[in-house]
Structures are given as structure tokens and as C-alpha cells.
């Protein structure tokens, strides 16, 4: 699936735990309704398009373990709610991307519970299943641990039967299996569903490196150009974003067939960058896999993100430095790609492992008379408001995390150069020091020269004779920076942005 270059692709966009977002009744489980009551705070933060965690029946808390695609989860409201979210985001120009869970089901969906029964039943094929003494031929009972799935047996026990079912993740999620062409006409079903009569406008699409089990890994990539055949055939204007949790060569091959995929590789680096205070050549290394990229796929679009829902979150990363969560979004948001940001970054949420507390409920308000939306289905334990100043106390002073986020977020909305997503634009630029990290986002008419201060101490800024004309600021978190920068201090942890036209400098963001 190639990406239409004259369709207007969502540059920023948010990720929603719905659990944990906002609750509309007072059960303290976040919902449909809740996310509805904060479309006009997203719209505002500058939000182009919602990426929701599964909102399916499900009998787990994350809903990753599916057992009706057609419907809605109860917890969380009707499909005549999710009906009402699509027409008010849309109503603000907000994009909706549903989950698609098609790796694998619950245990409890009906197709397992017939497959389980006997190994003649029609659905035993939507399966992978084997007797041990195959398992132990082929040498597949045991698995190496990866980013995306700490399971070393994933082969399971059906009470009673001389068989084994494949579940990569969990017991209680058994894997699909894409050969059975039956199958894939129940996916054809799900996908004209969501896409034609609900009317989502995509997909981000779970674990697609992992449709077929690693010993047929090979068949994977086709099925994704199956798949991208039938998104074509519902809606050729639906886009898809890919988890591809790999690394850069593994993940190109992907573009021929999706939108998008994430950029673990960057998510990655980011954090390391933030913790040693030095660069890695991130941008050359950035460059490199644009070009291995745009050979599957010229109008490649590159997802990129700090952390998301299955990821320490960046604020716990940095131990809750205060300026290294606001670099965090600097770098994030002045690196080319379409943004994703996990809820609650926006207020520096913190979260470590287990899954459940990098999930916790947002930070709204601590008035006690608002604080009835804020959910409460877990006992937050990193996330609370001696750590973490709700979203109500940071509206409202111009150095806050929220106003930090929302600041870069328009800038990168309203400058060409930041928010190109096709092609992406970007040069390097050597200042020779590895505690600074700087690079150009190349345009035509309007480019920009981007330096941030990786570390602890001021630094001396020295412009490349090259580069003079770039003196005009529009972006500076260093409050002893504005106006016009021939050189000089950068102080710590800071981030400045320089345009080289004094047109673009005509409302620069100061001291944010």
C-alpha cells in the first residue's frame, strides 16, 4: 500500500490507554464518553488524529485479547458511543485510528471455543496447532525472548487433546492462522466493517512482524500485501500504521505494503541520548534508514514516538527531571516523521514496569470536584500528584511541561519545514561537540536550523560561516535567547530553533 501524497496526513497524534483517560460515569474506568468531554483539550493541544487501545469485548484490562471484532466493550460504552466519538473528532478535524488486533483472539472468542473442540471442527484451521513430538521435531517448543514478547514456550495445553495451540504472547491468546482462506474472509468482514459502515479513518496494526510464527516468517510480508488489497477495496483513503518492533532492516520491507510504521530504532535512541547527555550520530543514522526506507517505498511515512503503552515511560526514563522531559519533546518534535504522543507525556506522566503502572489513570485536575473523571481502576503508583503536577496547575504557567508540549506541537504545525512528512527533510550539522545535537530541516523557502543542549552545562554556540544567515529565532526555551542569535550560550538542557527568513520569526516562542 502506497500513501497518497495529496491526502492530508495527520502530523501529530495522540495515543489513547482508554481505561485510563477519562471517566464519563463515575465507575472509575475511563470511556467512549470521557474521550468525547476531551476532544476540544486535544483539538486545542493541537491534536490531527487519535490512535485508540482496542475498545473490543475483551476479558482482560488492556483488551488486547479480542472477543467480538464487531463490537464495543461494555466497560466502555456503545457502538452508538463510538458512533458519536468518530462525529465530534471529526467535527475538530481529528482523525480516529482503532486498534486492529489480527495476530490473535482471546480464548474466549467464539472461533477458539469451537477450534478447542475437536480437531475436524471447521474453525481448527484459524489456529496453529501440533502434537509435541512435531513441536519437538521441527525444534519449536522453546523460543528466544524479544522486545515484544517475553514467552520462551508458546506452545499451550487444550485439556484433553493430543494437540498444543500456538499463543506468541500468552496463553490466552492464541495466534490466527492466515492460511485458512476462510479466515481471511472473516478479516475482509472486520476491515469493511470499521472502514465502510462505521467509518474509521485507519488502523494501527499490532505485532504485524508476528502474523505468521517465526518458522514461516517468510509468509508474513504477504500477507500485509493481502491486507493492504483489502483496505484498498473499503477505503483507499484509510491509512495504516504498523507496530514492527525490530530493528531498522527488518522493519523497510514493511512500506511496501502499510502507511507507516513506528520507529522503535529512534524511540530507542532518544532514550539513551537523554540518559548518557550525548549524541550518536542519530541524524546520520536517521538518514541512513530514509534511504533503506524510501527503496520499499518513495512516500514512506515514519512513525515516531518517545515511548508507548508497552515502554517505560519517558518521564520514569529520566527519573522525573523536569528539563529532560521537556527536551524529550524538543527532540521528538523537531525530528521529521508523524508524531505520536503517548497520553499524559503532555504533563510528564511516569510509569514503569509492570505493563499495568506505565498505564495509569491522567492527571485532570486535583480539585476534588474534578477530579471525578480522573479513572481509578488501578492505585497509581508512579503517576500521583506528589510526582506529577495534574493537567489543571500546568494550563496555566507559560513553564510548564503542558505548555512546553503545546508550544512545539503548534510551531511544528505551522512551519513547513517542521511539519513535512513526506520525504523527510533533514542535514546534519556539525558543531563539534557530541553534547549538541544539531540539524537542518531543509525547505525550499523556509528552512530551519535546530540545536539542542544534550546536557547539564551551558554551552558555547558557535554558527558555521555557512549557516549565518540562520539567525532569526522563533523557538527558545533558554529565557536569555530571543530576538536574533549570531552565537553565544545555550543554556542547559535547552533547545533553539533559527529560521533563516525573518518573515518565519514573526511570533517566535520565548522562554516556554
Not at 466519538?85 to 490473535?104: G, M, P, Q, S, T
Amino acid at each position: 500500500m502506497i500513501a497518497d501524497k495529496s491526502k492530508l496526513i495527520p502530523r501529530v497524534c495522540y495515543e489513547i490507554f482508554v481505561r485510563s483517560f477519562c471517566d464519563s460515569n463515575g465507575d472509575g474506568i475511563g470511556d467512549l464518553k470521557g474521550i468525547i468531554s476531551k476532544l476540544d483539550y486535544l483539538a486545542d493541544l493541537g491534536i490531527e488524529a487519535i490512535w485508540l487501545t482496542p475498545v473490543h469485548p475483551s476479558p482482560s484490562y488492556h483488551k488486547y485479547d479480542v472477543v467480538d471484532y464487531f463490537g464495543i466493550e461494555p466497560e466502555y460504552g456503545t457502538i452508538y458511543d463510538f458512533r458519536r466519538l468518530l462525529y465530534e473528532a471529526h467535527k475538530r478535524k481529528i482523525e480516529i485510528y482503532l486498534d486492529l488486533i489480527v495476530n490473535h483472539t482471546s480464548t474466549l472468542h467464539p472461533w477458539f471455543t469451537e477450534a478447542r473442540k475437536s480437531a475436524d471442527n471447521r474453525f481448527r484451521e484459524f489456529y496453529w496447532w501440533m502434537t509435541p513430538p512435531q513441536i519437538e521435531t521441527l525444534g519449536l517448543a522453546e523460543r528466544e525472548t524479544s522486545d515484544d514478547s517475553q514467552v520462551v514456550y508458546p506452545w499451550h495445553d487444550n485439556q484433553e487433546d493430543q494437540e498444543k495451540y500456538y499463543g506468541l504472547f500468552y496463553v490466552g491468546m492464541p495466534d490466527l492462522n492466515y492460511h485458512s482462506p476462510a479466515l481471511r474472509t472473516e478479516l475482509e468482514k472486520i476491515i469493511d466493517f470499521w472502514l465502510v459502515e462505521i467509518g474509521v479513518d485507519g488502523f494501527r496494526l499490532d505485532a504485524a512482524r508476528h502474523i505468521y510464527p517465526e518458522w514461516e516468517k517468510q509468509h508474513s510480508l504477504e500477507f500485509w500485501d493481502f491486507f493492504a488489497g483489502l483496505i484498498k477495496k473499503s477505503n483507499p483513503n484509510a491509512f495504516t500504521v504498523g507496530e514492527v518492533w525490530a530493528e531498522t532492516e527488518e522493519v523497510a520491507p514493511y512500506f511496501n505494503h502499510l502507511d507507516a510504521t513506528f520507529h522503535f530504532d529512534l524511540s530507542f535512541a532518544l532514550q539513551r541520548i537523554l540518559i548518557s547527555e550525548r549524541d550518536e550520530n542519530l541524524v546520520e543514522k536517521l538518514l541512513e534508514s530514509y534511504t533503506l526506507f524510501a527503496q520499499y517505498n518513495p512516500h514512506f511515512i515514519d512513525a515516531i514516538m518517545l515511548t508507548n503503552h508497552d515502554q517505560e515511560r519517558i518521564g520514569s526514563v529520566v527519573e522525573n527531571h523536569q528539563e529532560k522531559i521537556k527536551l524529550a519533546a524538543s527532540m521528538l518534535l523537531t525530528l521529521p516523521g508523524q508524531v505520536y504522543i503517548y497520553y499524559g507525556e503532555e504533563i510528564g506522566m511516569l510509569g514503569s514496569k509492570p505493563d499495568p503502572h506505565i498505564r495509569e489513570p491522567f492527571l485532570w485536575s486535583d480539585n476534588e470536584e474534578d477530579t471525578k473523571e480522573i479513572t481509578h481502576w488501578i492505585d497509581a503508583k508512579f503517576t500521583t500528584t506528589k510526582t506529577v503536577k495534574p493537567l489543571s496547575r500546568q494550563t496555566g504557567d507559560p513553564h510548564s511541561i503542558y505548555c512546553h508540549y503545546r508550544s512545539l506541537i503548534h510551531l511544528r504545525k505551522k512551519q513547513p519545514a517542521l511539519g513535512q512528512i513526506f520525504e523527510p527533510n533533514l542535514a546534519s550539522v556539525n558543531l563539534y561537540d557530541d553534547q549538541l545535537m544539531a540539524f537542518l530541516r531543509t525547505h525550499e523557502s523556509s528552512p530551519l536550523l535546530v540545536i539542542h543542549n544534550l546536557s547539564g552545562l551551558k554551552k558555547q554556540i558557535t554558527l558555521p560561516g555557512i549557516l549565518s544567515d540562520f539567525r532569526h529565532v522563533i523557538f527558545s526555551n533558554d529565557p536569555g535567547i530571543f530576538g536574533q542569535f549570531t552565537g553565544g550560550n545555550l543554556s542547559a538542557y535547552s533547545s533553539l530553533i533559527l529560521a533563516a527568513n525573518p518573515e518565519q520569526a514573526d511570533s517566535p516562542l520565548i522562554g516556554q
